[in-house]
């Protein structure tokens, strides 16, 4: 019985389109696109029910498609090919140059390459666009190969949104662009321009793998704006982070870590603060950090290093310190899978990212990176991890890098969700280090409407996040009641109105 039903229930809700051509799997991450851009007619399927969604467009069929939608009817073609009439048009047009599509089917037929078809369809849709050499050259890692005549083609595709760069940041030029690939930029470019009444699809994510640990996912890497696991799946760690560690040691040990661990946390964040009698002026606080970190990886979590400014909000004035103990940890922990490193918590105060953390950041990366070529570093921007814009304009060099946004929800609200947004979408790989449900200082609330905003995004978006704290402070943001003791595991009943909300997210 169960085979039967299980089709007729998916199809409900997936929509009946879901499965209009057999080789278009209802997870592909072009399934919506295909199914309204082919469902308005732009691009169709075949007689034997496929769409071939991988198969390559040729010049003929985009420039046909785009005859189409301007409206250009066909001249006397200088052939026989069916396409021969729009392909002559769009030369007279300057869509294209003679020498890029000499008259012959063979040419006609030619897989398109991505720098052509950027070319090709700015002419046809954003005559007027330029693009921005600085922004795009930046972020596509590949723009180098991108040949000359293409630049102002691609830096305006690019620039309008229409074309992007794949996972790992390449735009490449001179692949073939599928008709899967074509639905997707046609849509955005007919939204854009407002013709044809034309919405962007949501792609399909591919599947997520939560709250499972290191064992599972091995060493971690970035790949465009997603954190993913050693087979390239998307990753969310979703997790604690501690108080800072001077006043709340025994919240690191073995007993309470696993506890967390059980209750379906997969990272640990240990907040080593360098003021208000932290590292700076008692140096063995590091040991409790140690205690932690291995705790963690015993229990299969990932470990976040976090070196805590904030009383001092600009990350050069302990510089020094930052580089020696960096170091320390990079050899102590070279080459493990489960070590991350946050290299400043909060800057904050009279700081810029030009002026003071880009610079930190440039130096403890390197520091980092000589030791562990790849561990993933999280760096914090101005205004207690809020700046992002100050990021998106001049995002640092070098791979395995995100970049923290912090947010409390009795404080920070939309506004700050946009920014994470917008972020996200200038390719910006974001991880929310520390949140929490109260007020930015700790207490009041606890605001959990507004955390339940905060966390509905933070999965639509694959956003990975550690909540503060695990500790039993009098104040709201605290997941534990006073006197809570964690050692033996976490019941229901140790857990604070904040801990019992963020808990019930961590599965
Ligand atoms: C808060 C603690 C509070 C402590 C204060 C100063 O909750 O008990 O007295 O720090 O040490 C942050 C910081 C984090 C803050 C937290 C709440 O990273 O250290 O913890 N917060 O104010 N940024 C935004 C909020």
Redesign the pocket.
């Known amino acids: 019985m169960k085979k039967i039903i299980m089709p007729i229930v998916a199809t409900l809700i997936l929509g009946v389109n879901t499965y209009a051509f057999s080789d278009v799997a209802s997870d592909a991450w072009y399934v919506n696109t295909v199914t309204n851009m082919s469902g308005k007619g732009y691009l169709s399927g075949y007689n034997d029910n496929t769409f071939r969604p991988e198969n390559n467009i040729s010049a003929a069929e985009l420039v046909t498609i785009l005859s189409k939608i301007k409206g250009v009817s066909p001249s006397v073609g200088p052939s026989a090919h069916w396409a021969s009439g729009y392909m002559q048009s769009a030369l007279d047009k300057g869509w294209y140059d003679w020498d890029e599509f000499p008259p012959t089917a063979e040419k006609y037929d030619e897989p398109i390459s991505r720098q052509i078809a950027a070319k090709i369809m700015v002419k046809a849709l954003f005559p007027e666009a330029k693009g921005d050499y600085n922004t795009a050259s930046k972020m596509l890692s590949d723009f180098s190969s991108v040949d000359g005549r293409y630049i102002d083609g691609v830096l305006a595709a690019y620039s309008q949104g229409i074309m992007t760069g794949d996972n790992n940041g390449n735009f490449n030029p001179k692949k073939g662009l599928t008709r899967a690939e074509a639905c997707s930029l046609l849509e955005r470019a007919l939204s854009k321009a407002g013709l044809g009444d034309v919405k962007v699809s949501e792609p399909v994510k591919k599947t997520v793998v939560n709250s499972k640990g290191i064992s599972a996912n091995g060493r971690l890497h970035v790949e465009g704006t997603r954190l993913c696991n050693q087979n390239g799946e998307t990753v969310v760690l979703n997790g604690m982070s501690t108080?800072?560690l001077q006043?709340f040691p025994q919240f690191t040990s073995q007993g309470a870590i696993k506890a967390v661990g059980d209750r379906g946390a997969n990272v640990m964040r240990f907040?080593m603060?360098t003021d208000?009698n932290g590292y700076i002026s008692s140096p063995s606080v590091k040991n409790t950090l140690i205690n932690g970190v291995d705790a963690a990886l015993a229990n299969d979590m990932y470990a976040i290093i976090d070196w805590?400014i904030?009383?001092d909000g600009d990350p050069l004035t302990y510089k020094e310190q930052s580089k020696a103990f960096f170091t320390e940890m990079a050899n102590k922990y070279k080459g493990n899978p489960g070590v991350i490193y946050e290299i400043c918590?909060?800057p904050n105060g009279n700081v810029s990212w030009q002026g003071n953390i880009k610079p930190y950041a440039d130096e403890l990366i390197t520091t980092i990176r000589s030791i562990d070529s790849d561990a993933i570093i999280l760096v914090g921007c101005a205004d207690?991890?809020q700046r992002l814009e100050e990021v998106v304009s001049s995002p640092l060099q070098g791979k395995n890098i995100m970049y923290t946004c912090?947010f409390?929800a009795g404080t920070h609200t939309q506004w700050l969700r946009d920014k994470v947004a917008s972020a996200l979408n200038s390719g910006i790989p974001i991880f929310i280090s520390?949140w929490?449900t109260?007020a930015?200082?700790?207490?009041n609330g606890v605001y959990i409407e507004e955390a339940q905003r905060w966390v509905d995004f933070m999965n639509s978006n694959n956003i990975s996040r550690c909540n503060?704290?695990l500790c039993d402070?009098a104040?709201s943001?605290?997941a534990l009641n006073p006197g809570a003791n964690a050692n033996d595991g976490i019941d229901n009943g140790e857990l604070s109105a904040s801990g019992s909300f963020v808990f019930s997210q961590f599965n």
């Open positions: 108080h800072g006043w907040a603060y208000e805590h904030l009383r918590n909060e207690w991890c912090h409390y520390e929490g109260s930015a200082d700790g207490s503060w704290s402070k104040e943001s605290a």
